[in-house]
């Protein structure tokens, strides 16, 4: 797992992003950090801040099923805005739900401090080699 939290560019480190693991049914938990300066003008995380989040949560996911040699793109990121976002963690789920040799589809929610998903997406990731 080193590959996903190693050398984090930099949106990564922008939105807070932390690998932490795993649970009971084998989703990817990726928690990230909403920053004050996230927020729009009604004082909860600006949307775009949030599928940032999804994005990169499917993409970390998709890279630890992956092995080293390949990496993924995003092709398509079907996003969701169910409810307004506060300052602070967020959680995000994600699970591979289809995978070909040149294509993969990832599922994901976000999930604030009292366990209510804010927002979800659907990746659609283009699988290549890694340059």
Known sequence: MSEVTANLPPGA???????????ENGDALI???????FTNRHGTVQGGFLAAMLDSATGICALA????????????LDTRFLKPAAVGPITAR???VEQTERDMV???????????????????LRILAKS
């Open 31 to 37: 928690r990230f950090q909403a920053q004050v300066a």
């Open 13 to 23: 480190q922008l939105l807070g992003r932390e690998w932490i693991g795993t649970d």
């Open 65 to 76: 099923r992956l092995s080293p040699g390949l990496t993924v793109v995003t092709r398509n």
């Open 106 to 124: 990832v599922e994901a929610e976000l999930v604030d401090v009292q366990d209510l998903t804010v927002a979800e997406a659907t990746a659609r």
């Open 94 to 96: 994600a699970r591979v």
